[in-house]
């Protein structure tokens, strides 16, 4: 079993709808980063959280800490959302441990 | 400032060989990570070096070695290439590592034939 789980592994939306995108973790963190991957490779780090939520624009990250759980939401999607969205998180001696990844298509 | 800047983009090589892939990090920052991405596998952290130590490492064989030189470029190297290394090699540079904001590179994307 992977420490660092997602769901879904795949999500088609329609542009507008608000989505959102969980990550699970087993084993104690200090850190939960989220990242973007657009096709061709290049990652961009979203959001980097220890604790409560941050926002972005038009994204929102959430952690709870004792429930070892957080979750990507983006409000009024839009085609250009669409990418791989990764979590990863910071464990034990600060290796990064990556989520599976999401893949999200916005349907205009 | 300038981004994150890895050489070559792409690589072919064949199995036996030895390939040296280069990251240079965003001005004054000390740490570079190294990560190997696969479709089976995904994303996977390979080494972090910071001011010319290595800090932390992956769950690699001995084939793939770092460095990273006094102005905190670094280089990854893997010996003896087999297939399997075929993958995209992203490196991330920050301030002070994973606990910090992570900047990526474009990729490295090595094809071992």
């Known amino acids: 079993k992977n420490e660092v789980e997602q769901s879904p592994q795949n999500l088609t939306a329609q542009e507008g709808e608000f989505i959102t995108i969980n990550c699970s973790y087993s084993v104690g963190i200090s850190a939960l980063h989220w990242l973007q991957q657009h096709p061709g490779g290049g990652i961009v780090s979203l959001f980097m959280?220890?604790?409560g939520k941050k926002k972005h624009g038009r994204l929102i990250a959430t952690i709870n800490i004792q429930e070892k759980h957080s979750s990507l939401h983006i409000t009024a999607s839009h085609p250009r959302d669409s990418a791989v969205y990764i979590c990863?998180?910071?464990?034990?001696?600060?290796?990064?441990?990556f989520g599976t990844g999401t893949r999200l298509t916005i349907i205009p | 400032k300038a981004g994150v800047t890895q050489t070559p983009r792409y690589l072919i090589k064949t199995r036996g060989q030895q390939v040296t892939l280069s990251c240079s990090p965003i001005s004054g920052h000390r740490s570079v990570s190294w990560y190997q991405q696969t479709p089976g596998q995904g994303l996977q952290f390979l080494f972090e070096?910071?001011?010319?130590?290595?800090?932390n490492k992956g769950n690699f064989p001995g084939r793939f070695s770092g460095r990273q030189f006094s102005n905190s470029r670094s280089e990854m190297n893997v010996s003896t290439l087999e297939l399997g290394d075929s993958a995209l090699y992203l490196c991330?540079?920050?301030?002070?590592?994973?606990?910090?904001?992570?900047?990526f590179g474009p990729g490295t994307r090595l094809t071992v034939l």
């Open positions: 990863a998180a910071r464990v034990g001696n600060e290796k990064l441990t």
């Open positions: 959280l220890s604790s």
């Open positions: 070096y910071f001011s010319e130590t290595q800090r």
């Open positions: 991330a540079s920050s301030g002070q590592g994973a606990r910090d904001t992570q900047y």
